[in-house]
């Protein structure tokens, strides 16, 4: 039964756990109180999909101010500035934007849309009680969209630790930002808990001289209000959320020539989000862990945006319901089903270059019922199968298949292989997903017909569990191919003119292949290393060639080393990252670079102190913009970055916990 409700409802790190100490939970064995210990990156070892589990342990190990600053230990996912003008920051998980990877807060698709351009800072670190990141296909259960992976955020719980927790965090950068949360067990039943969050940055600083800011100014408000009800039989969990988000950059006139007579170049992103998300869980019976849950999200997302005189503003509201049907039907086989119902509505306002004398609004529905089943079957711990496919059919697109299998076999302690080959799909909103790409002079040129986009992703992995004098040598090696039969690509300066941004479909092949080994060994007690390489093959057709695609390197090295000393009272991380060089969307190369970071951590009683520095080797591009001094000319370009465009920089934070007031 519990096994069942914390499969349903996103605990699937804390099943993980408890099915890693006993061979089955019934309903004779209640739990008053489970405590989940801080850990660092887990290889996940009990799950069919190849899955990375960030844990609180790995969080705290960087300063992880928001979600985007989460994977800065983790090989896996890269992350890195989308322009030079915004702050926003996108992903990569297998070589490949983050619009192919599935974006789930608790199980449940969220930050999509008109929301992923800035997601990644959306999602406060100090909230997180953990991350899941699954490479290749993913299970058919949360839908079609997942290409390349699903990255699944669970929240602090209000059934946690009673009490009340805040983290200050202040960098040379003059960011502050003031996060407090706290719960409240108001019976051995019902628990609620409210999640606080401010960040502020004013500061107005030009460290390359171009004129432009280099990080824009910023302040945001976040809050989160939850509640959760445990019974024997039910489980509900009820989420509010709400932000409001400004970030302001641009030229400015204290570092503007004083014989400039042009105005100056400003951008300025407003946004509004609220969001709610229901979920229920019922056991039907709790031999054969038979349960039904009922998963109801809803989120209005406002943004109004402005990038020198073009304007484009979108509201996207969406609504989407999920019923699920699980049970064991015997010890070794178990089947899931379910219906699901997505609604976006997106309302687009779109002025370019302040051409039109005022924006056309553009307003898209899209509605797409789905039915899912899926079947594992499981001998043991030596070997799981798991087929699944969905049905779902899109008022726009039309009805479309997606089939996916997982396949792991551990023959022993030490070797564990998986396998999987599935389809995704997802539906292409140019603007809305790619509004950082309108800091430019280029001329937007969207295609009427763009097509679903549809790719196959296929992959395996090799893990080893290797004991070496008296300690665990974890080894892994995964392969990942990823192959688009439809695609919308961003072309620029293409066969549509120079100074053009055109999104269209692909007209040929587009594809990526990657290979990653890394290896994780604790050296002594309280010292742990983790080394990893990645090959990237990600090559992409424009105008009939065939090409390494833009921005997107091709290698990454990372080194992590983390040492506690016998009392945990300190704690000392370092992090080296090598990214390789690759291409800009002119066929020029860019150079490959080393960055490092580095934190100390003093543990006391009720609190700990934290100081660290980001980028400490101090590398930078020296031109981020393109014609920064002429940007009211087609050939400004704010778009074209790959790597960092600021220097070195320090913080300083305290974390401080108060439990059962």
Known sequence: MIKTFFSLLGFAFLTQQMSAQTDSITSTHELKNVTVKATNGIKSKYRVDNADIIGQGQLIRAACCNLGESFTTNPSVDVSYSDA???????????????YVQMLTENIPNLRGASLPYSLGYVPGPWMQSIQVSKGASSVKNGYESTTGQINIEFL???????????????SELKTEVNLDGSIHLNDRLSTAT???????????DGNGDGFMDMPKLRQYNLMHRWAYVSPRWISQLMLRGLHDEREGGQSRKHMAASSSEPLYSTSVKTNRYEMQWKNGFTLNADHNTSIALMLHGSWHDADNMFGKTQYDVTQKNCYAQLMFETDITEKHNISVGASLNHDYYDERFNPL????????????????GLYAQYTYKLGETLTVMPGVRWDHSNLYGSFFTPRLHIKYSPSNIVTL?????????????????????ASGREIIIDSDLKQEEAWNMGASLGFNIPLFGKNLELNAEYYYTDFKHQMIMNFDGAKGEHTLSFENLDGKSYSHTFQVDATYSLFNGMSATAAFRLNDVKCTYDGVLRPKPLTSRYKGLLTLSYKTPLELWQFDVTGQLNGGGELYDQSSYPAYFQLQAQVTREFHNFSLYLGGENLTNYKIDNPILHSHHPWSAAFDATQVWGPVTGAMAYVGIRFKLEKL
Do not use: C
């Not at 292409?428 to 950082?436: I, R, Y």
């Open 157 to 171: 719980k209000p059934q946690g630790t009673d009490g009340v927790r805040a983290n200050v965090y202040q960098d």
């Open 418 to 438: 998986r396998t999987s080959v599935g389809k995704g799909y997802r539906s292409p909103h140019a603007l809305a997903e790619n509004v950082s790409l309108l």
């Open 85 to 99: 003008a915004t702050g926003a920051k996108q992903i990569k998980l297998l070589g490949l934007s983050g619009t």
């Open 195 to 205: 999640l606080l969050h401010f960040e502020n940055r004013q500061m107005d600083h």
């Open 354 to 369: 302040g051409t039109l004398p005022k924006a056309e609004s553009k307003v898209t529905k899209e509605t797409t019922p």
